[in-house]
């Protein structure tokens, strides 16, 4: 078993004897094997820890390495040549810096890498909305900034604008990457993994990273036998459950006799109904009889839609990789397959992705690394924009059949089933390729300079399809000839960077020490994208070239093209001074972007640390306490995340199609620019304190403190200026929290091992200045309460205060603030009315892992979860009005409206009271419909044998190592949320549990 | 191998440009800076011209409900007068006409970057005389929108925001008065400006100019001016059915048309008027709109079809034929906005409103004799005068106009049988339209119309 000082098991370290004749790797939980004669001088050795020597003596059966990280030595002996430029040591001496455990990612099954960080690290939050292919949205410390946007943005824009402002940065290998780059990364290609949180940290990086980074090392060649890998894993994706429970045809025949619908069965068919409409027929019994009948047979049926619609699907992940090399050519090859299935008809995702890193040593002072990796995803999804054909669960009637050929009434359109299926298509595929040089050069003992020049190419491309039968397009104002939809787009990102840095460390004697750097770094992307949408769709031809252009009017074809790019250069100097047990560090930032106008291009960033290590080692004062560490940072970035030229300066452009005079084309203003725009400053002060117990417990603890001045917003200006938004600096926001890491081995011997680590963060945001006024109204007229507000939460969830339903008249009643009551109906709710019911966001999140070791056996257990959020039901399928109950609702709905005078404590209103205020007081969230989101989730269950000996050479006689596995990834998920999933908190999409089976071969 | 490193380290820092020009985007204070680009921007403000007011005319009386209505609540409701819609509309309305200020005011503030090259400057001069008019336009339609009828006692009362940077502001509204002065002083100096006369109907000209400002003499109670506006233009004027079913027939501009908007490539065909999902017109022309046999504007206006009832019985009624060839035809066309006939009923309504009855009459006279109608013999009314009117503009958003002018009710009926049910009197709050609330909310210095 190999570890670091602090008993963390550490993967892929490379073992071998003196000759090279013999040798291995360990596994991913340190451990290995090796078959050597008594006396053998084993060395172990991997990048970033010093090389160990062991002895083997007779009788040594079990062996416990710990391997020191490799620092550069008072002596001043070794650099440490990293494929990561901007991974220096001198950052970690103050700075907050944590490594994610690489192996808990790799035992997920999950296409979609981020997803894997979910309750890794403390500090970061990666919430998923659960629908296969959708983007993320990740945060390190909370959000940073309120997002740029418009109001009149649909939601999908609002989230990548949100997503633009607030995520971290992608650092692969020093090279930056697209966040999209990052999720479709090959978790058996990683290395490690480290996630950057403060100032110190992020300082090197520049304007970039304001919202932190992520940086990601990938596998190496080795000195030493060439080793294979190769592990298959194949299962299936769950349906899981549906979000919310609807009627059954009993409960649903009985909620339309109430409503009184004469459209709808429940009541069409009822004796009441029959008698009052052929009373005075003499062929009334017969007709009651009939409905009778006809009722009875409805109940015959009882579709459960939720099965109906939702599959089980696929999942399978090959991964081969090989590596080895010796001491001038290392090098590391592997290639990958993943599939994930989803839950619904033609939903899938597929990655293809390979990777060749080659480390040339041209002699003992350059290095040059060689990293490349080609990734091909294809996305497939029958979810558009506006309609996902999971919404069909919440609507359809449980007495209605899948393969009817009569109108449906749940849509009292004149809809048969029939046309609800194959109403949109999107195929997505991306082509990833990525190529970068790392030159390492040592000039002397005491100076290195290192050089990173990278290349990121990625091609997407999308097909959009609204096929000719779909129901948007069977109206009678389309006629036969322009029906269908194509929309294909092409997007190129080109992402270039070049990083080149100098470090110094000269020799000052034995007690101090101290690091200087420089370097010079720019980065330039852009995006070139075409798009052609037009109409008119053969219904054999499923492509673009099936666009009938001879269409005219709104049915004109329309190509969109834009190209985009930018580009920022910085300049950075480091410095790390160490006085025995002190660390002094300090950086320094200049930084340009291209988009801001010359005279305000630069910006510049500085940061200071200082740690101190109280104890080290000393068993003999302190028994339990085996070391303490104490760091503190402040420092100053500056974000232009999510800003665009034409918010700061004059941009003008040429309209669409449909905006054209006489023949000529409309020249206009893009945006009402802000001459006056500066970019967010953060400051953020990081105290932290590492204990470490026992040699083999480490605990981390640290608070930090973020103010975000001149905070950027798009707000609201009055339409007489011609324009309706324009991006502002509205004030200050503060974020403050706390972060707990806990982790080491409790027991850790032959037979049994086990292994934890927790960790849990606290993260609060506060707005504590506006510049104009203290309040900011960014909803429109319609929402009564402010956006934001002076000294409050960013997030907060304003509503009302539901008293329920009156008993009396079948009204939702509400209570003000000095305790009276209105109704419902009757009033319109005030801005005084409204409560502050909690944070969405929730502000407790963390993951608990365990893992256990038992002879060949080892078990992982993780557990992700969040406390202390709230959010509102997604609820929009409850039944309001008799009017809307063609459709089906909540189960339980019948029981809990009120249907009579005197029903008590009813939670849904009359069917039959309207008014005009009461459809708007319903939409407010209120104490009756929103939810504490509080979760915790079995993330992921890995079990796994490692095969004995005999057996693997009963396979395959060159095979050295393997084992079986078996993955059960969000299994159960504990919430007292009615709302559907409490992480996302939406009707459509819900948790997909995966079950998988593989096994592991070493060679 | 020392010095190759440095080498390459050297040129690659030297490719690093921040200087990035945008490839789609033209970026900088001086991007308007030649003619042909000042011509494209005039298109961007031609093309933000809000063109389909529809609307107005349901709230008038041009038009009766259709049966089919009956399933189109916002369509009813707005036929009803009903607050909520009347705002939405208002909204919706105020913000184009101060983007289109907003494009005016760019172009305008471009003027000193523009290069003119040699014989560009008749072009540039008719660009520039152009922009003005249409400014002038913006805020002859906001004032009659948003702000009430001209007269002693509401001179002083608020009229629209004038602007004319390009920086977001919290600018007041100017009163009624000031409102006016400055429309006047637009359009004369549009009129001052344009080289010479065009006959291109498609762009504002120097005689559509004068049109719509003797228009803008009549709401502020300028009557003479107006007569006096009026008059050259009439001089000579010849209009008979030829002329008449080339323009509706054709769009062909010739005589009928001072000014129209070129058809716009978004579907303006009253769609507020046609239900284009189940191919069903939601209104027709009011039944007491006629016309004699031999008025040809008969057959253009409209045309006969029959519809169900609530019973189910086929009626027959006339629908608007105007900017159709057929009864369902949906391609776009152009949008008269000042045409010839207009200066006829201009001039008659000064007179009549200066006591001159026998020319009033005669002025009106004169178009009906073209129009191949019958004349007037005794003294005309007020009445007279806008029914002409109607007449003559069904459907072309002048009827609202009419009534707020001159302060007149407006009635509303059913559905089904045409009775009257309800009257909006000439007194109603709602005939001056709400600023939206954005507007009000953002601006601290903007008030709202009384009652809204």
């Known amino acids: 078993m190999v570890s670091d000082v602090k008993g963390n098991p550490l993967a892929g370290v490379s073992i071998y004897n003196d000759e090279k004749t013999v040798g291995t790797t360990t596994d991913f939980y340190g451990g290995f094997r090796i078959k050597v004669t008594e006396g053998t001088v084993l060395i172990f050795h991997t990048m970033g820890y010093q090389k160990h020597r062991q002895k083997i003596t007779a009788g040594m059966l ?549 740690g101190y290590q109280f104890l080290a080692n000393n068993p003999m004062r302190n028994p339990w306490l085996s070391s303490l560490k104490l760091r503190t940072s402040y420092g100053v970035t500056a974000s232009l995340a999510g800003v665009d030229a034409a918010l700061v300066h004059p941009v003008y452009h040429y309209g669409g199609s449909t905006e054209t005079y006489l023949g000529y084309r409309s020249f206009y203003l893009k945006q009402l620019f802000n001459k006056d725009l500066k970019p967010e400053r953060n400051a953020t002060i990081n105290v932290g304190l590492d204990f470490q117990f026992f040699k083999r417990l480490n605990l981390s603890l640290t608070a930090y403190h973020r103010r975000t001045d001149q905070m950027l917003i798009t707000v609201p200006i009055a339409p007489s200026n011609g324009f309706t938004s324009q991006l502002k600096n509205i004030g200050v926001l503060q974020n403050q929290g706390i972060e707990i890491t806990l982790g080491g081995y409790f027991i850790n011997n032959k037979d049994f091992a086990w292994h934890t680590s927790f960790n849990a963060s606290y993260n609060q945001n506060k707005i504590i200045d506006l510049y104009e006024g203290e309040e900011l109204f960014l909803s429109g007229e319609e929402i009564p309460y402010p956006t934001y507000k002076e000294g409050m939460s960013a997030d907060v969830v304003y509503g009302l205060k539901d008293v329920g339903v009156s008993a009396i008249d079948g009204m939702n009643y509400y209570e003000r603030k000095d305790g009276t009551i209105f109704n419902g109906a009757a009033e319109k709710a005030k801005r005084s009315d409204f409560h502050i019911l909690g944070t969405r966001t929730p502000p407790i999140q963390g993951g608990w892992h365990h893992h256990f070791r038992y002879r060949k056996w080892q078990l992982s257990v993780q557990l992700y979860y969040n406390f202390g959020g709230i959010k509102k039901y997604a609820n929009t399928t409850a039944i309001r009005d008799a009017d809307d109950a063609y459709r089906n609702g909540f ?113 | 191998m020392k010095n190759t490193l440095l080498y390459i380290a050297l040129l690659l820092l030297f490719s690093c440009d921040l200087n990035i020009p945008v490839e789609d985007e033209i970026t900088g204070d001086d991007a308007i800076n030649d003619v042909p680009i000042a011509n494209e921007t005039l298109a961007g403000i031609y093309a933000s011209f809000p063109k389909d007011k529809t609307f107005l005319d349901i709230l008038s009386d041009d038009y009766y409900p259709n049966y089919d209505i009956r399933n189109n609540e916002s369509l009813k409701k707005l036929y009803g007068w009903e607050i909520l819609e009347i705002k939405l509309k208002a909204d919706n309305l105020w913000s184009p006409y101060y983007q289109t200020i907003n494009r005016i005011n760019v172009l305008q503030k471009s003027y000193p970057n523009i290069e003119v090259g040699d014989g560009e400057e008749q072009e540039f001069d008719h660009i520039k005389a152009e922009a003005l008019a249409i400014k002038a336009h913006c805020y002859f339609d906001l004032i009659r929108l948003y702000a009430p009828v001209y007269n002693d006692a509401n001179k002083d009362r608020m009229g629209v925001i004038l602007k004319d940077n390009i920086r977001s502001e919290s600018l007041p509204r100017s009163s009624l008065a000031e409102s006016y002065r400055v429309l006047e002083k637009l359009s004369l100096d549009a009129i001052a400006s344009f080289p010479k006369d065009t006959n291109d109907a498609f762009r504002w000209n120097k ?148 006591g001159r009855q026998a020319a009033a009459r005669a002025t009106l006279n004169q178009l009906l004799t073209m129009r191949k109608a019958s004349t007037y013999t005794k003294d005309i009314t007020l009445d007279d005068v806008l029914l002409e009117r109607q007449k003559e503009f069904v459907g072309e958003g002048h009827r609202f106009f009419d009534l707020k002018r001159n302060q007149k009710s407006v009635d509303r009926v059913g559905f089904n049988s045409h009775n009257k049910i309800k009257t909006i009197q000439a007194s109603d709050f709602k005939w001056v339209f709400p600023l939206p609330s954005a507007e009000i909310d953002q601006n601290k210095n903007a008030r709202q119309n009384p009652r809204w």
């Not at chain 1, 005009?916 to 989730?937: C, H, K, M, P």
């Not at chain 1, 693997?952 to 559907?980: D, E, H, V, W, Y």
């Open chain 2, 207 to 354: 005689k559509a100019v004068k049109a719509l400002l003797a228009d803008v003499y009549l709401y502020w109670g300028k009557y003479q001016k107006a007569i006096d506006l009026c008059n050259p233009l009439l001089v000579g004027m010849s209009l008979d059915k030829a002329t008449y079913e080339v323009f509706w027939k054709d769009f062909k501009m010739e005589k009928e048309v001072l000014f129209a908007f070129d058809k716009d490539k978004l579907i303006f065909n009253l769609k507020d008027i046609y239900d284009g999902i189940n191919g069903n017109y939601m209104f027709y022309p009011n039944r007491k709109i006629t016309y004699e046999a031999a008025d040809y504007r008969g057959e253009i206006t409209l045309v006969k079809q029959g519809y169900r009832d609530a019973k189910g019985v086929v009626k027959q009624v006339d629908y608007l034929y105007k900017y159709r060839k057929s009864i369902d035809d949906g391609k776009p066309k152009p949008i008269p906005i000042i045409r010839t006939a207009l200066l006829y009923f201009i001039k008659a309504e000064a007179q009549l409103k200066l």
């Open chain 1, 62 to 610: 079990k062996l416990n390495i710990h391997l020191e990280e490799q620092r550069i030595d008072l002596d001043g002996v070794e650099l440490v040549a990293r494929s990561n430029i901007n991974d220096i040591d001198s950052r970690k001496a103050t700075g907050e810096v944590a490594q994610i455990d690489v192996k808990q990612m790799i035992n997920r099954p999950s296409i979609n890498l981020m997803e894997s960080l979910q309750g890794q690290v403390a500090g970061v939050s990666v919430q998923s909305s659960a629908e296969l292919g959708k983007p993320l949205k990740i945060r390190i410390r909370g959000t940073s900034t309120l997002s740029i946007k418009s109001k009149a943005d649909a939601k999908k824009d609002t989230e990548f604008l949100d997503n633009m402002a607030n995520q971290p940065l992608f650092v692969v290998d020093g090279q930056v990457v697209s966040p999209d780059v990052f999720a479709n990364l090959n978790p058996n290609d990683i290395k490690e993994m480290k996630v950057l949180k403060d100032a110190v940290a992020n300082a090197l990086y520049g304007i970039k990273a304001a919202n932190g980074v992520i940086e990601v090392s990938t596998q190496r060649g080795i000195d030493g036998k060439t080793q294979y890998r190769f592990n298959a894993r194949h299962g299936m994706t769950l349906i899981g459950k549906p979000n919310v429970a609807m009627m059954d045809t009993h409960e649903k025949l009985a909620f339309e006799f109430a409503s009184k619908q004469k459209e709808l069965p429940g009541y069409r068919y009822s004796e009441e109904y029959i008698r009052l409409i052929h009373g005075s027929k003499p062929d009334l019994m017969n007709r009651i009889t009939e409905g009778q009948r006809k009722l009875d047979s409805l109940k015959q049926i009882n579709t459960n839609w939720f099965k109906e619609l939702m599959r089980i699907d696929q999942y399978s992940t090959y991964n081969i990789s090989m590596r080895g090399g010796n001491e001038k050519n290392r090098y590391y090859i592997s290639g990958n397959f993943t599939h994930q299935g989803g839950k619904l008809e033609h939903q899938s995702l597929k990655r293809l992705s390979a990777r060749l890193n080659y480390d040339l040593q041209l002699s003992k002072k350059l290095t040059v690394y060689f990293n490349s990796s080609l990734t091909v995803v294809e996305n497939n999804s029958p979810n558009s924009s506006s309609f996902s054909p999971a919404s069909l669960i919440y609507r359809l009637n449980p007495y209605e059949q899948p393969n009817s050929k009569t109108y449906l009434v749940s849509f009292n359109n004149r809809r048969k089933y029939g046309d609800l299926y194959n109403q949109f298509h999107k195929k997505e595929d991306k082509y990833q390729f990525n190529f970068s040089t790392n030159v390492f050069w040592k000039i002397s003992n005491s100076l290195d300079v290192q050089s990173a020049v990278g290349i990121n190419y990625n091609i997407d491309n999308s097909l959009k399809i609204t096929p000719r039968t779909a129901v948007s397009q069977l109206k009678s104002a389309i006629s036969r000839e322009k029906r269908g939809v194509v929309e294909k787009g092409k997007n190129i990102g080109n992402n270039q960077s070049l990083n080149v840095r100098v470090n110094y460390h000269p020799f000052m004697g034995k007690s101090q020490q101290l690091f200087l750097s420089a370097n010079v770094d720019y980065l330039k992307s852009s995006g070139n994208a075409v798009r052609i949408k037009g109409h008119g769709l053969p219904s054999k031809l499923q492509s673009a070239a099936g666009i009938n252009n001879d269409l005219t009017g709104r049915f004109d074809t329309t190509t969109t093209s834009s190209n985009a790019t930018t580009a920022q250069l910085g300049f950075g100097f480091s410095a790390l001074y160490t006085l025995k047990k002190l660390d002094v560090y300090g950086s320094y930032k200049a930084d340009a972007s291209s988009m801001m106008p010359t005279e305000k291009r630069w910006n510049y960033f500085w940061s200071v640390g200082m």
């Open chain 1, 891 to 1003: 189960k339980g709905q019948l029981a809990q409206t009120w249907l009579k005078v005197g029903d008590p404590n009813k939670k849904y209103k009359t069917l039959f009271g309207r008014g005009n205020n009461i459809y708007q007081n319903l939409g407010y969230a209120s104490t009756s419909t929103v939810g504490s989101t509080d979760f915790v989730r079995i993330n992921n269950i890995s079990v796994s044998y490692e095969m004995p000996t005999r057996m693997i050479k009963k396979i395959a006689p060159f095979f050295k190592a393997g084992n079986f596995m078996a993955q059960f990834k969000n299994i159960a998920t504990f919430s007292g949320f009615k709302g559907g999933d409490p992480e996302a908190a939406e009707l459509i999409g819900q948790v997909q549990p995966i079950i998988t089976l593989g096994v592991n071969f070493n060679f």
